[in-house]
């Protein structure tokens, strides 16, 4: 869970022409633009979190990025519902 919708193009509460992906794969790495955090994250930066998701994806299909500040999203996400987010997959 983030605390933003899922993966975009760029950084979301940077740049409003951020568009959301709902699907993303190792080969679409290159056409993000990540940004570099502007203080010290203890988790690490969301393009390590992304490269980690993508070795999950390999061995279970793929994984899910979705905003857990809305209401309901996770458990929806965990039931199998079609909700807003990424879906992170496996490579080819």
Not at 44 to 62: L, P, Q, T, Y
Request: charge should be positive; charged fraction near 35%; hydrophobic fraction near 35%.
């Amino acid at each position: 869970a983030a605390d933003v919708d899922g993966l975009f193009t760029a950084d979301p509460k940077r740049r409003r022409t951020a568009r959301l992906l709902d699907v993303v794969g190792p080969k679409d790495l290159s056409s993000i633009e990540f940004s570099s955090p502007s203080r010290t994250d203890v988790t690490g930066s969301i393009e390590g979190k992304v490269r980690r998701m993508f070795e999950i994806a390999d061995h279970v299909g793929e994984c899910l990025i979705v905003n857990g500040n809305v209401k309901n999203r996770v458990r929806d996400a965990l039931r199998g519902r079609r909700v807003v987010g990424t879906r992170v997959v496996r490579g080819p």
